[in-house]
C-alpha cells in the first residue's frame, strides 16, 4: 500500500501525523499556495498536478495504491480532480471532510452561496468587516473600499492588495480569548467568513456569537458523490490500520 494525502488543512496535518507514526508507507501533497507550509513527517510534494491527468499520472508513476482527499472544503476544483483521477487509475478514494458549522441560540449569521453574494450582503454604510477567507478571495471586495478590512493570512501578500487593509499575518489555530481580543482591539463589526466547519477556525465563529456580530456565512461547494468520513480515525481504518495512533 502507498497513500497519497492531499492536504493543506489541520485535519491533513492530524492524518499525517497518524500514517507516520502507523509505520504506513504515504506522501503528503501541497498544493502550494502557502510559500512556507507546515513541516510534515512524511515525504512531501508541493506544487499542482496539472488538472485531473496530471494527477492520474502521478497515481500511476508514483505507485499510488489509495487517495485521501484532506484538503479544505472549499477547495472544488482540488477534490473533483481527484474523483475523476481516481476514477481512471481505479484508485480508492476517501475524503476526509469535517462537519460544517450549524446555526446555534446567538448566532447572527447571514448564509449565502458565494463570494459575490457576500460582497452583496455587506451594509451600504462604512463599517470595520473582518475578512477570514483567505488572500485568494479578497479581489471581489474591492467593490466596497468604503469599508476599513481587516486580513490574516499565513503569508505576507506578494502583490497590492484591492483596498486599504489591517493585514495581520499569522498562522492559526486561535483561540476564543485571542479572537475576542483582536476583534475588540480593532472595533469591528462585521464578518466574512466561509463554512469550513471543524475545530481549527471555529474560534472566530464563537468570538461573533459571544459579541453578538453578524456572520456572512458562504456555504460550501458541491462536490461529486465520493466516499467521506469525518474522523482521523475513521481514515486509518480505512487505510487498514485499526489503531489510531496520535489522534
Request: proline content about 7%.
Amino acid at each position: 500500500m502507498r497513500a497519497l494525502i492531499l492536504g493543506g488543512t489541520a485535519d491533513a496535518n492530524q492524518l499525517a501525523t497518524s500514517v507516520a507514526r502507523a509505520g504506513l508507507d504515504a506522501v503528503y501533497s501541497y498544493g502550494g499556495r502557502t510559500r512556507a507550509p507546515a513541516d510534515q513527517p512524511l515525504p512531501t510534494r508541493i506544487g499542482g498536478f496539472g488538472g485531473p491527468r496530471g494527477l492520474a499520472g502521478y497515481i500511476r508513476e508514483a505507485g499510488i495504491t489509495h487517495v485521501v482527499d484532506a484538503t479544505h472544503p472549499f477547495a472544488a476544483e482540488m477534490s473533483r480532480n481527484a474523483v475523476a483521477a481516481c476514477t481512471e487509475t481505479a484508485t480508492p478514494l476517501l475524503g476526509l471532510e469535517r462537519a460544517p458549522w450549524t446555526r446555534t441560540d446567538g448566532d447572527n449569521w447571514i448564509e449565502v452561496a458565494d463570494l459575490d453574494a457576500a460582497v452583496a450582503a455587506l451594509p451600504e454604510s462604512r463599517t470595520r468587516v473582518f475578512l477570514a477567507i483567505g488572500r485568494q478571495h479578497i479581489a471581489p471586495f474591492g467593490a466596497r473600499p468604503q469599508h476599513t478590512y481587516t486580513l490574516r493570512f499565513v503569508d505576507s501578500p506578494e502583490g497590492p492588495l484591492p483596498f486599504q487593509a489591517d493585514l495581520i499575518v499569522s498562522r492559526g489555530p486561535f483561540t476564543l480569548d485571542a479572537e475576542l481580543e483582536m476583534i475588540r482591539a480593532r472595533g469591528i463589526a462585521w464578518i466574512v467568513a466561509r463554512n469550513s466547519g471543524g475545530d481549527g477556525a471555529r474560534a472566530k465563529i464563537d468570538a461573533a456569537r459571544t459579541l453578538g456580530l453578524p456572520v456572512i456565512l458562504m456555504s460550501r461547494p458541491t462536490l461529486p458523490d465520493r466516499l467521506r468520513v469525518e474522523s482521523v480515525a475513521e481514515v486509518m481504518q480505512w487505510l487498514g490500520h485499526r489503531t489510531c495512533l496520535g489522534a
